[in-house]
């Protein structure tokens, strides 16, 4: 009888995550889950697996049950000991208790209303000039991407790790790799970046695969 193992992709992420935690600050989680309706259609499930001190980014894009799957995102994280940020919906997160906000960089304006509100406050750059504006801001970490090769349909052409890496270097904040990141890759970021992906961690830590 085989013994059921913990999956290589799951051992390769959490090896990762304790990579980036190592250079991190105590405060910034080394995991980011961000959620997306089609390509994570369960995040209240993925978050129940999730190991305690990473996040999850909640982006309900408008939908009309956002109010209530913000909730019970909220009610995992707090048993689990997450950190849940909603995207681009700081009355959300307050009303949910939520531990931050991440800014899709169109809306970064609007941080400095909510300076001081939160626990952590994270945003999104896509170029060397969106990332160095994050410096005028109230933001605790930048999500850069697209990093590796991604299936988002708004990825841009891939930095790489090298760029990335020269980036990091002269970042205003801590950094997230976004787009493209799986198991088999987060190893190459994980020394100067914390990792933030959506499907390859659905996957890993989904219970029901």
């Known amino acids: 009888m085989t013994l059921k193992r913990q999956s290589s992709p799951k051992r390769k992420l959490l090896a990762a995550a304790r990579a980036a935690s190592a250079h991190l600050p105590h405060a910034i989680p080394p995991g980011l889950f961000l959620t997306d309706p089609a390509r994570s259609p369960d995040p209240v499930r993925t978050a129940q697996s999730l190991p305690p001190g990473w996040g999850i980014i909640y982006r309900h894009f408008g939908a009309p049950d956002a109010g209530m799957i913000a909730a019970d995102l909220a009610h995992v994280c707090r048993a689990r000991k997450l950190w849940l940020l909603i995207s681009a919906d ?5 009303a949910v208790g939520a531990a931050g906000v991440h800014w899709p960089h169109a809306r970064l304006a609007s941080s400095r209303k909510w300076r001081g509100a939160f626990a952590l406050m994270t945003a999104s750059a896509h170029s060397p000039a969106e990332l160095r504006a994050i410096a005028h801001y109230p933001i605790d970490a930048a999500l850069v991407s697209a990093v590796f090769p991604s299936n988002s349909p708004s990825a841009g052409k ?13 970042a205003p904040c801590p950094v997230f790799a976004l787009g493209g990141v799986t198991a088999c ?9 914390g990792i933030a992906a959506v499907e390859s961690l659905a996957r890993a830590f989904d219970p029901a695969s």
């Open 185 to 193: 890759n987060a190893n190459r970021i994980a020394p100067f970046a």
């Open 90 to 94: 700081p009355v959300l997160a307050m």
């Open 158 to 170: 891939p930095l790489g790790a090298l760029k990335l890496q020269q980036l990091v270097r002269s």
